[in-house]
């Protein structure tokens, strides 16, 4: 196949992807956000997410970034922020901040180090904790702790989680598609012992 | 927090995960199919796929599949598999195949080792890349090669890859929600020089 033709077949190949800006800022103050679709669940106690990141530019710069001031904050991409979302992979200049370009808002909570993205309504504050090189294809594995967590009060219900729903949450298919999602059904823990008798339909 | 509303809220908080099914077999014809929610693209040439894998009873079945024939299969779950995907990862003894205990068709194809899962809209047959090992947390980063890709006709377009909501493919929040999804944006690569004017609006 050819390369571009290839591109989007392979990336959207995996299914529905999580749709999330991760935000930094450099020694100088300099801040920088980035759109990013592989952000990943590792583990839950400790409470690890992972992202992949590609030698680009943007991303290079995000990279450098967390490597300078060990954190950054990964941010949800609601519905009325898909287009500014969309437009941060552009190929900007290290000067220039995709906050200013984008018409998104940095926002410092806590004292901690790097910025949320305000207009997101789930915002999560990550500590690096691993940098994992994959040399198959030169791609690093960015490991964090999440150490702060901010969601917009009536997204979260305790005994459920967070409704990803209520917190206006998109994804992503492919490298340019956004969607709105609704929930179709929800399961029981599956223990052998409470299977439903597929037999019988 | 107590340990499952733990487990829940950080479950929920990287965004909608993809819906996939993992299927393996073992040397002596013994199938096993997992389902997993942490499915990422890696790169797309070579187009390679990860996925992370916890020290559980399901999971380890499906990982000593894979290192002991280098193959597995990855298989989106559409929306009228939904269920049975679900309960393949209650906790089976090693010699029941999920495929039975769920109702689900193994298929073999082109002399592909693994089996796919018949049901599936979209199966793709997989070569193990690398076994990275994650010690922050025991898991493991499987990566693999896409080396088979089956298609339901209809759902492939060449200018813009997989149609996902053609293939009915479905996604996943937290442990156990399940989501249609419809598409509400999609924009041209970003480019500096094509940025919209967000300021005008």
Known sequence: M??????KLINSITGYKPANLIAT????????????????????????????????????????????????????????????????????????????????????????????????????????????DIKLNNTILVIGYVSHLYIEQDAFIIDSGLDLKKADTVCISGLDSYHSVEKIASFPFARTNNLPDFGNR
């Open 2 to 7: 050819e390369r571009l033709p290839r591109l």
């Open 25 to 132: 800022i450099n020694g100088k103050g300099q801040t920088n956000v980035a759109i990013i679709s592989s952000v990943v669940h590792i583990g839950s106690d400790p409470a690890l997410l992972g992202f992949f990141m590609r030698p680009m530019v943007t991303e290079r710069h995000t990279m450098e970034n967390i490597l300078e001031t060990g954190v950054y904050t990964i941010n949800h991409i609601n519905s009325d922020i898909i287009e500014q979302a969309h437009f941060t992979s552009a190929d900007f200049e290290r000067h220039e901040s995709e906050f200013d370009k984008c018409h998104l808002t940095p926002v410092f909570k806590d004292d901690f180090l790097a910025p949320y993205v305000s207009e997101s309504n789930v915002q999560i504050g990550m500590e690096l904790a691993e940098k994992v």
